[in-house]
Nanobody, 124 residues
Framework: QVQLEESGGGLVQAGGSLRLSCAAS????????MGWFRQAPGKEREFVAA????????YYADSVKGRFTISRDNAKSTLYLQMNSLKPEDTAVYYC?????????????????WGRGTQVTVSS
């Protein structure tokens, strides 16, 4: 089992920045692929970013590419999402997810464990 807890969400103006964190426990962090997803009101949960076991490979949704950066600190068992140039359409609950696989996926069903989420609200 893997337990995940997100933090760092909040209210920010358009153009601003936020950094999300996800603390993991229960498994050796370097053995699990990690990802971020988000869900806006009335919409399905969507892929945001993913990162490989070592952090060498990262993957992004087109909508956030160039603005968001995913990273991980295996020594601290923590996943991060640096979000810059935020837009109102980035408003959503952001979820951290972990997968028992070597290559991180971009689809919900490819992840085995989920955090409870943290709210990000971007005002115009």
């Amino acid at each position: 089992q893997v337990q995940l807890e997100e933090s760092g969400g909040g209210l920010v103006q358009a153009g601003g920045s936020l950094r999300l964190s996800c603390a993991a426990s229960g498994r050796t962090f370097s053995s699990i692929s990690m990802g971020w997803f988000r869900q806006a009101p009335g919409k399905e949960r969507e892929f945001v970013a993913a990162i490989s076991l070592s952090g060498a490979r990262t993957y992004y949704a087109d909508s956030v590419k160039g603005r968001f950066t995913i990273s991980r600190d295996n020594a601290k068992s923590t996943l991060y999402l640096q979000m810059n140039s935020l837009k109102p359409e980035d408003t959503a609950v952001y979820y951290c997810a972990a997968a028992n696989r070597l290559v991180p996926g971009t689809r919900n069903w490819e992840y085995d464990y989920w955090g409870r989420g943290t709210q990000v609200t971007v005002s115009s």
